[in-house]
Each structure stands twice: as C-alpha cells, then as structure tokens.
C-alpha cells in the first residue's frame, strides 16, 4: 500500500487505440472510443456483506488487489484472466482516480475499484470462503514506531484472509522491504502453505506495479511469494493462533524511505 503522494503529470491524455506507458513500460490495455468505456467505481461503499454476483452482474471467482495504488497490477490481472471478477481498493482517493479512468477506458467490466481499507474490506464486507485469490503488492511498512500498528500484515489480517478465502485459495505478496519479507516468512505459513518465487511474475515480466518498476530500477531486491490456503486449519484453530503470534515490530530500515520519496514524485 503505497504513501500518499501526488501523481501529477503534465504529458497529454493517451488518445483512442493508444497504449498508455508509465516510466516507459506500457500499461495493460488500449484507450477505446468513450461509448466503449466501463464504470468500474463505487460512487458509495455498499454496506454489510457484499454480494459478488450482484456486484458484477455475473457469477465469476474474485480477486481482490489490496493497495492497488493507480490500478497497473489490477488491470495486468483482469486483461488476462477475464473469466474472474477483480476489485482493486486502496485508502488514497488520488491513486483510486487514476485507477478507475483507466479502468473506464479499457471497457474492463470485471473490474472494480473502491476507496477501502484491506482489514475493513474483509472484516466489514467479505463473506467467509467467497474470494478465489488475495493480492498483496507493497504494503507500507511504516517506518515511525508510533505507526507500527497500521501494518497490514499482521496475525490477524491473515486470519480474515484466511477465512475469506475459498478452499484452495491464493494470496500473493510481494515486497521491496527485507524486513517486511522477513515478517512474512516467518508468520504466514502458520495460515498458508508459501512458495517463494524466483525471479519476477512470468505474467508481467518487466514489473506488475509501479512501486516494483521504481524499486528495481534503484537496483532493490523484490521478494515475491504465493501463499495458497491451510485447508486443515479451522476459523477457530485460526484465530487461536493469531492471538498467540508475535505482531509485525520489526524494524522497517528508515532509510528505504528514500524509494517512498522518489515515487511520490514521480
């Protein structure tokens, strides 16, 4: 989940049939004619458990994309895989406007954004066993000791991810923090069976977010991973672990901060 930032740019709007570029490395899609375009926002968070089917208006798996940023990883993932439904949220209103124009451009009907927090999501919104796969791309580690409980990744957060997930189901988490990958190592596989991957996604091989495009381009390692559901353990055995765990008080290294500061002004 990336820093609030501001993400102006003073190059002109892609036109119709254009592929946009970010940092020069084109972003999933091309602009079609405006009475081709989707609605992909929520104008008002429904409230209670959502309903996928009446969401979407259709019944397909769910991939929700936790701190999409301007919606690059969420777009990748729905433009290849459009037999599943994918909800893109994150807590910036900026980022989400980014997110959903191109989003609309692309006529990409199996996609939604909304401006919302990941525990929130899940705790508020999301039914037990109904979301195929979770992902997970840069949650900020908070450097400030005082905000260390805003981490996302914590025991707890991985039993509401654990839970809302089908059997089977996946949560992929990348990072450019090594502390924050340490963490993970360390307190996920308490909840899903984890298979570091090697190497960057095969699907988007020059980057799937704008944060992993900036960071290895400043010759930072990215730590990627897919988690696949415990089918063995219980809601209940899940939350008795998730109160025994430690919480993530790890040291994020102050001096990463610099990374946070180049893509605030990119």
Excluded at 191 to 216: H, K, N, S, V, Y
Excluded at 219 to 247: C, K, M, W, Y
Aim: glycine content about 8%; some cysteine; proline content about 9%.
């Amino acid at each position: 989940m990336s820093p609030p930032r501001k993400l102006k740019s003073s190059k002109p709007q892609p036109q119709v049939g254009e592929i946009e570029r970010e940092f020069g490395v084109p972003i999933p899609g091309k602009i079609l004619p405006a009475e081709q375009w989707a609605k992909t926002a929520f104008k008002k968070l429904p409230p209670g458990l959502w309903n996928w089917t009446e969401l979407f208006g259709r019944s397909a798996p769910i991939v929700i994309d936790i701190g999409c940023g301007n919606g690059r990883s969420t777009l990748s993932c729905a433009i290849a895989r459009p037999e599943f439904d994918h909800l893109g949220i994150d807590i910036l209103p900026v980022v989400i406007r980014y997110a959903t124009r191109r989003g609309n451009q692309r006529g990409l009907n199996n996609i939604r954004f909304a401006v919302v927090g990941g525990r929130e999501l899940l705790s508020e919104h999301v039914s037990t066993g109904s979301v195929a796969e979770i992902h997970i791309y840069h949650p900020q580690p908070y450097y400030e000791a005082a905000k260390i409980d805003r981490r996302l990744i914590t025991p707890e957060f991985l039993t509401l991810a654990h839970r809302s997930l089908v059997p089977d189901g996946k949560l992929l988490l990348q990072t450019d923090n090594p502390s924050y990958w340490r963490y993970i190592k360390k307190i996920v596989p308490f909840f899903f069976d984890l298979q570091e991957l090697d190497g960057p996604w095969p699907e988007t091989p020059t980057g799937r977010t704008r944060r992993e495009i900036i960071a290895r381009r400043h010759g930072l390692p990215i730590f990627r991973g897919t988690a696949q559901r415990r089918d063995d353990l219980s809601v209940d055995e899940a939350i008795h672990l998730a109160n025994a765990l430690p919480a993530p008080t790890f040291n994020a290294d102050r001096r990463l901060r610099r990374l946070d500061e180049i893509e605030s002004r990119s």
